[in-house]
């Protein structure tokens, strides 16, 4: 996997946060320091420290998330850090977090700390035949731990700070309208395959059961894996109170099939994975109401490669990875045309 390396003076600047943040931590080095790829809303640093702590040496693998100069889409680090900080203990695999830093002279940006853990996420290395014989495993761990995050109680867990909608039948419009103004606020060129996708939902709007935990970005590439399967879910970055089937439909979108397949994110069969999920007690899965959601993934997809396309255009970034995601905007709409015909 390819990997970018840090600007001089960096791993200094982490070392010393790292001592400010550890009084006990003496002589603290940081050493292969690097960017992960990917991750276009958030910078994403691995990075090893060592350090003395009365007298014994100690080593500990972070993962910084640093706000980026521009980003695929506008979220909220704070919130992000929270929602991990909620979700310890509760048996849904994510990483431990140790610090939200919002003063960005540390490094130059505002950013938060959390423990590196062992693992693969990119799509093209699951893809790859060394891999395959764990397909139906992570195939089968995703839909339980989908239907595990649906039905947490986030109350208890304390995210009432997302915003729950004020009734059940307000979830589909609020996202609606959230990804029809990012449509008509950053369209770079008339999009006529949106707004027929957006009129439709308009007309479609299905009913909600239950207001539940939303990854909001729940797919293939979004979790670390390993010859156990999934080891830890990430990028929670999107994560709101709303329809569950929002992340079903989600997961479901083309776009994510990796491997020239129609399975979901490459890895189990559509109607297998729907099944195992209602049986871990996930929400029961409508299928019309499914492909509000799916159409509505797209629609949102779209809107997300605009923001990146826009904030390259505009020269707000020179991050390459903007510019691409605007190229995939056409398969998209080819998808929304299929699924509106049938």
């Known amino acids: 996997?390819?990997?970018?390396?840090?600007?001089?003076?960096?791993?200094?600047?982490?070392?010393?946060?790292?001592?400010?943040?550890?009084?006990?931590?003496?002589?603290?080095r940081v050493r292969r320091l690097f960017r992960i790829p990917g991750g276009a809303s958030r910078e994403t640093w691995s990075c090893d420290a060592r350090w003395l702590e009365d007298g014994q040496p100690r080593e500990q693998g972070f993962i910084l998330r640093a706000d980026p100069e521009a980003s695929l889409l506008e979220s909220?680090?704070?919130?992000?850090?929270?929602?991990?900080?909620?979700?310890?203990?509760?048996?849904?695999?994510?990483?431990r977090v140790f610090w939200d830093e919002p003063d960005p002279s540390w490094i130059g940006r505002p950013f938060f700390v959390m423990e590196r853990l062992a693992g693969e996420a990119a799509p093209a290395v699951l893809m790859a035949a060394r891999w395959a014989h764990i397909h139906t495993r992570v195939g089968e761990q995703l839909a339980a731990q989908l239907a595990r995050i649906h039905a947490l109680d986030w109350q208890a867990r304390g995210l009432s700070f997302l915003g729950a909608p004020a009734a059940l039948d307000h979830c589909a419009p609020r996202e609606l309208d959230r990804w029809e103004r990012i449509v008509r606020a950053d369209a770079l060129e008339p999009q006529p395959v949106l707004h027929l996708a957006l009129r439709w939902l308009r007309r479609h709007l299905p009913e909600t059961r239950r207001i539940a935990l939303v990854?909001?970005?729940?797919?293939?590439?979004?979790?670390?894996?390993?010859?156990?399967g999934i080891t830890a879910l990430l990028d929670w970055e999107m994560a709101h109170l709303g329809d569950p089937l929002e992340d079903l439909g989600w997961t479901a979108l083309r776009y994510w099939r990796f491997g020239d397949t129609e399975q979901i994110g490459g890895v189990i069969e559509r109607e297998r994975f729907y099944r195992l999920y209602e049986a871990a007690g996930g929400a029961r899965v409508d299928r019309d109401a499914l492909k509000f959601w799916e159409v509505l993934g797209n629609v949102?997809?779209?809107?997300?490669?605009?923001?990146?396309?826009?904030?390259?255009?505009?020269?707000?970034?020179?991050?390459?990875?903007?510019a691409y995601v605007g190229r995939g905007i056409p398969r998209l709409e080819t998808e929304l045309l299929d699924l509106l015909e049938r």
């Open 1 to 28: 996997m390819a990997t970018t390396l840090a600007p001089a003076g960096l791993a200094d600047q982490i070392a010393a946060y790292l001592a400010q943040r550890m009084p006990r931590a003496a002589e603290v």
């Open 300 to 322: 949102k997809m779209a809107a997300i490669s605009l923001t990146g396309a826009r904030s390259f255009c505009e020269r707000r970034t020179d991050d390459l990875i903007m």
């Open 215 to 228: 990854h909001g970005d729940f797919r293939t590439g979004n979790y670390l894996f390993g010859e156990d």
């Open 76 to 95: 909220n680090r704070g919130v992000e850090f929270r929602v991990y900080e909620a979700l310890q203990n509760t048996g849904i695999p994510v990483p």
